[in-house]
């Protein structure tokens, strides 16, 4: 697996190594030591997740305040376009975002982590993503930031409307979002 460091303090691309021939691929989508050795990370995974959801969904952008979960996320089918944003006070890339495209044919996944707003749009067809986190969900302590906030200005690569879920479209703005730390 090879670690590619992103534009935000923390926060990694991992790509596998694919084994591929005529009958298919195999590849090792996670081994927890690998992981911690070269992220540094040491927090275990109590969750796994996944979703599904048609072209032009946009999910997020989600976070738990008392109770930050970790993810480790991936695409099993279609392509999406992965955003997180660093709701760290104290961290040097506070209120910055990031995104990447992710694929079930690339097979990368992004390590958002604990402190961080995480969302995603899916670009074309139908998107399944699956995600490992590193707390449980706790329903009563998540948290939504508005996808389209002026302050983040986030470009989402995709053209035309979003569907959102009535939850996602009362985020709060980032301006008056809580935080951590």
């Given amino acids: 697996m090879r670690l590619e460091a992103t534009s935000l303090k923390d926060c990694y691309i991992l790509h596998p190594k694919v084994f591929g021939d005529a009958r298919g691929f195999f590849f090792e989508s996670f081994n ?16 796994d997740n996944h979703s599904r959801s048609s072209m032009g969904v946009l999910r997020g952008l989600h976070y738990q ?6 993810k480790l996320v991936r695409v099993l089918q279609g392509r999406i376009y992965d955003v997180v944003v660093d709701l760290r ?7 910055r975002h990031f995104g990447t495209f992710l694929s079930a044919e690339e097979k990368q996944q992004i390590w958002v982590p ?13 998107a399944e993503v699956a995600y490992k ?11 939504c930031i508005l996808w ?7 470009d989402w690569r995709t053209s035309g409307d979003v569907i959102l879920s009535a939850k996602d ?13």
């Fill in 114 to 126: 604990p402190g961080f707003a995480h969302g995603f749009v899916v670009l074309d067809g139908i």
């Fill in 65 to 70: 305040l008392t109770k930050p979960q970790g």
């Fill in 32 to 47: 927890q030591k690998v992981f911690s050795e070269l992220t540094g990370v040491e927090e275990l995974f109590v969750q």
């Fill in 148 to 154: 389209n906030d002026p302050v983040l200005d986030i």
């Fill in 133 to 143: 986190t590193t707390e449980y969900y706790a329903p009563e302590d998540e948290k």
């Fill in 89 to 95: 006070k104290k961290s040097p890339t506070f209120g």
């Fill in 169 to 181: 479209q009362q985020g709060l703005l980032f301006k008056d979002a809580p935080c951590y730390g």
